[in-house]
């Protein structure tokens, strides 16, 4: 079992220090618990379980910023498209 910090919000490209997330203050935060095998799909299911999210919403993007690039960087974050990338 491993446990990922998640939040809900936005990313933006500022010019002049790269790429910023905002979080949308309302949905905020969460702490998800995932096996060490879970799919794309688990991990969908359990973002839209915990922010209260409807399972319509097509709008769902799950990205990252790895851990070397933060504060430092101007490369986009990751977008997880596949089991493979959880």
């Not at 935060?29 to 991990?43: D, M, P």
């Not at 709008?59 to 101007?74: Q, V």
Request: proline share 3%.
């Amino acid at each position: 079992m491993i446990h990922v910090y998640a939040s809900c919000g936005v990313w933006e490209l500022v010019v002049s220090s790269g790429w910023s997330f905002n979080v949308d203050k309302k949905k905020g935060g969460r702490l998800l618990a995932l096996e060490l095998k879970s799919s794309l799909e688990e991990l969908q299911k359990n973002v839209i379980e915990d922010f209260g999210f409807e399972e319509t919403d097509a709008d769902l993007d799950l990205n990252y910023l790895p851990i070397g690039l933060i504060n430092s960087s101007k490369c986009p974050p990751v977008i997880i498209r596949n089991s493979r990338q959880v």
